[in-house]
């Protein structure tokens, strides 16, 4: 059974940091590509970050140089470092393998509040 499984989520103050982790398992991890992506109340699902099997990473404009995109094969895990945090921030943090591989994590909801 291939599953994601995000952990790290919680509230936190505006400038704040939080490290979201997605533990992988049923799938060959090296060879997939991997996101994540967050859906704030009330909004579509946004793409967040993007990581290459070989380790390349694309951001969004709206993340670009807060947020890190990082990955361990030998773990199975991908993580997001979310620095300098702010309200708008606030969303449900998914994580997606990308391909070959398909799926969709459950999420973990980050709450950054003063």
């Known amino acids: 059974q291939v599953q994601l499984v995000e952990s790290g989520g919680g509230l936190v103050q505006p400038g704040g940091s939080l490290r979201l982790s997605c533990a992988a398992s049923g799938l060959i991890f090296r060879v997939n590509s991997m996101a994540w992506y967050r859906q704030a109340p009330g909004k579509q699902r946004e793409w967040v970050a993007h990581i290459t099997s070989g380790g390349t990473t694309t951001y969004a404009d709206s993340v670009k140089g807060r947020f890190t995109i990082s990955r361990d094969n030998a773990k199975n895990t991908v993580w997001l470092q979310m620095d300098s945090l702010k309200p708008e921030d606030t969303a449900i943090y998914y994580c997606?393998?990308?391909?070959?591989?398909?799926?969709w994590g459950q999420g973990t909801q980050v709450t950054v509040s003063s």
């Open positions: 997606k393998s990308m391909g070959p591989t398909f799926v």
